[in-house]
């Protein structure tokens, strides 16, 4: 079975949407709007980076009232900001890295996750654990495209996210790699479109990144 057959809810974290919207809130009253922007524009998912001091409560607040949104919590740093995450209502979590104590506080959230890597060797340790799916990151800056096909073949069971420096213009080569399932882009949710409420300016982007699946 394709992951296009599948169910929403049975699909693989990575096969969800083209382009995955890595978003930094840092306020709180931008957090429903941007998230209901980016499902108009045809990407119901989110990923809010823990990076501000009002991130949870964002992941919150999405939750409560964008429930047609995936909502997740990125820049996971340690087990406990992976338990604040699950009590805020995350749905999935991503991490820039991936020590053997933060593998194992993610996988006790029983939420998907992605854990982030940046060489052969992390790839394979988190192969190890019996994941096939991660993050690769910081993309551009380790490697970028020609990283991801100089490794497609010899470690085939690893699919990826890669994210970090990944622009409009460059995700379709991203998107092209047998190993790649999606990008995580942060050009959806401009800063300037954020704090000017420039809604119809996310839902543009959004299509736009949506037309790459």
């Known amino acids: 079975m394709s992951p296009s057959e599948l169910s929403p809810s049975e699909r693989s974290l990575l096969d969800r949407v083209p382009v995955v919207p890595v978003v930094v809130v840092d306020d709180l009253a931008q957090a429903v709007p941007v998230a209901r922007a980016l499902v108009a524009g045809g990407l119901p998912v989110i990923e809010l980076t823990l990076r501000t001091s ?18 997740g919590a990125g820049t996971v740093l340690t087990p406990g900001q992976a338990k604040e995450a699950v009590d805020a209502g995350a749905q999935f979590l991503v991490s820039p890295g991936a020590t053997p104590s933060l593998l194992a506080g993610m996988a006790d959230t029983g939420l998907p996750f992605l854990p982030g890597t ?12 019996g994941l096939t799916e991660m993050k690769f990151f910081p993309a551009e800056a380790s490697g970028g495209v ?68």
Do not use: H, M
């Open 54 to 71: 009002v991130a949870l409560d964002a992941i919150r607040a999405i939750a409560d009232e964008v429930p047609e949104i995936l909502v």
């Open 146 to 213: 020609p990283f991801l096909s100089s490794i497609a073949s010899p470690v085939p069971a690893a699919r990826f996210c890669p994210t970090g420096g990944i622009t409009a213009a460059s995700a379709a080569s991203y998107l092209a790699l047998p190993n790649v399932g999606c990008v995580g882009g942060s050009w959806l949710t401009p800063k300037d479109a954020l704090a000017a409420g420039d809604w119809a300016r996310v839902e543009r982007l959004a299509a736009q990144a949506a037309a790459l699946g």
């Open 118 to 129: 940046a060489t052969v060797s992390e790839v394979l340790a988190v192969l190890e654990t």
